[in-house]
């Protein structure tokens, strides 16, 4: 209608689209005022899977479809609103010209931009949280495509430009995970001293140990590894020792372990924003609930492995609530949604043992790369091993230590190491981050 309808009457022609735009006021969707029926998106490749588009041929999709009636005018902020405009008005030839509502998002533009150019020629995610409120700051997906000129050959793209990894991506966490069974560890009570031989742990049933990486390292070099011997959680973490784990996990047991699973909604979809028109929301993951005798399943689980896998997503969310003492909210990108509590995968005294944890792999572990001056970064890094080629890297972290206000999950594809892949982006957007909020709050002073 808005393309090809040259009636004076056309009702598409009298819409005037409301705009997409970032919480600093910066336009991420915009009708071309040059181009009849487009819109423009002038961050392009960096907003293209969370803002998505909205094409006469191609159809809508992202926030332009989930929000659609609200950005054409036809509704206000909210789900019942549309109930008070008749779809005859609507259709009405007679309907007078109708201005859009704006929609206000949660997200920093120009951090997304900067994040879309550290993953420049990577496959992979990057979300960010704020802990305190759930709003999200970061959703990025890599490789991405141009919404401004829309290509129908990207279906077939080898890359799967298209494929939103931020939200559908589902990977094993590796590492990572150990956060979940730290915390899981302190909530049971088990002795967190636990030792970890050369030989590595047995899981009840398992013909075959959990090793830790370090043994290969020794193999490979004709040497004889001889185990870490008793560690404590601090240690454990920093050398992210899977021997400790996959029996740390073993001892809290099976029941222990499915109820988390559930408190950490890894096996539901996550609506980041719902509109009348439809729903931006992630894939499910996967935590299998687990029967009595599966001990030597549970040990995999217990170091990321396994049938585990997650979306980037989730990650955040889960060390959001780390974060923020336990406490999850649920992620949101509109400013005007209302913050929504997701209760308590941890208690409050076991995610401070975890951030402690956390604190101490930064300081001493495999995360010493991330530790920048003055922000007392929390992180763990992660190699999450992929049956259909190289290793993942991952690194989830967040700043500062006391009252965060940043949570951030990264994962790149078949990139090994997280400290070496994963670890640096996040450091660059840590960085980042601190200087904007910087410079922002040297504004409101002059202000």
Not at 43 to 64: C, M, Q
Not at 137 to 142: D, H, N, V
Not at 382 to 407: K, L, M, R, Y
């Amino acid at each position: 209608m808005e393309r090809h309808n040259p009636r004076s009457d056309n009702v598409a022609g009298k819409l005037v689209r409301g705009s997409i735009i970032d919480s600093i006021g910066n336009i991420l969707a915009e009708t071309d005022p040059a181009a009849k029926g487009l819109r423009y998106y002038p961050y392009g490749e960096a907003t293209a899977h969370v803002v998505g588009f909205r094409h006469p041929e191609e159809g809508l999709t992202g926030l332009e479809n989930a929000a659609d009636i609200l950005l054409s005018g036809y509704a206000d902020d909210d789900e019942n609103a549309f109930k008070k405009v008749s779809s005859a008005a609507i259709q009405s030839t007679r309907y007078t010209r109708h201005v859009g509502t704006n929609l206000v998002l949660t997200l920093d533009a120009e951090l997304q931009l900067y994040a879309h150019s550290l993953m420049e020629g990577r496959k992979g995610a990057i979300v960010a949280i704020d802990p305190r409120d759930g709003a999200i700051r970061i959703l990025l997906s890599s490789p991405a495509f141009d919404p401004n000129k829309f290509d129908r050959l990207l279906n077939i793209d080898p890359q799967s430009p298209l494929l939103n990894r931020a939200l559908h991506g589902r990977y094993p966490p590796g590492s990572t995970f150990k956060m979940a069974i730290a915390g899981l560890a302190v909530e049971c009570g088990i002795g967190l001293n636990i030792m970890c031989p050369a030989g590595g742990y047995y899981a009840p049933g398992s013909r075959r140990p959990i090793r830790d990486h370090e043994y290969y390292s020794f193999e490979k070099r004709g040497q004889k590894w001889h185990g870490f011997g008793v560690l404590d959680l601090n240690t454990a973490f920093a050398k992210s020792s899977n021997t400790y784990f996959a029996n740390a996990g073993v001892q809290c047991g099976i029941t222990s372990f499915n109820a988390m699973a559930e408190r950490l909604r890894f096996n539901s979809r996550i609506p980041v924003y719902q509109g009348i028109n439809g729903v931006v929301s992630s894939q499910v993951g996967n935590i299998p609930k687990l029967g009595g005798g599966e001990r030597r399943e549970l040990s995999q689980l217990s170091i990321g492995q396994g049938r585990l896998t997650t979306t980037p997503l989730h990650m955040a969310m889960m060390v959001a609530a780390i974060a923020n003492n336990g406490q999850m909210f649920k992620p949101r990108i509109a400013e005007s949604d209302p913050v929504v509590d997701y209760g308590m995968p941890f208690s409050r005294s076991a995610s401070l043992r975890v951030k402690q944890a956390m604190r101490h792999a930064i300081k001493t572990g495999t995360g010493r790369k991330a530790d920048i001056p003055g922000l007392d970064v929390c992180g763990k890094t992660g190699t999450a091993q992929n049956p259909g080629g190289e290793d993942h890297s991952w690194f989830v972290c967040f700043a500062p230590h006391e009252n965060p206000t940043i949570a951030i999950a990264v994962i790149i594809e078949n990139a090994g190491y997280g400290s070496a892949s994963a670890l640096p982006v996040a450091v660059s957007l840590l960085r980042e981050n601190a200087a904007n909020e910087a410079y922002r709050a040297q504004q409101e002073d002059k202000q």
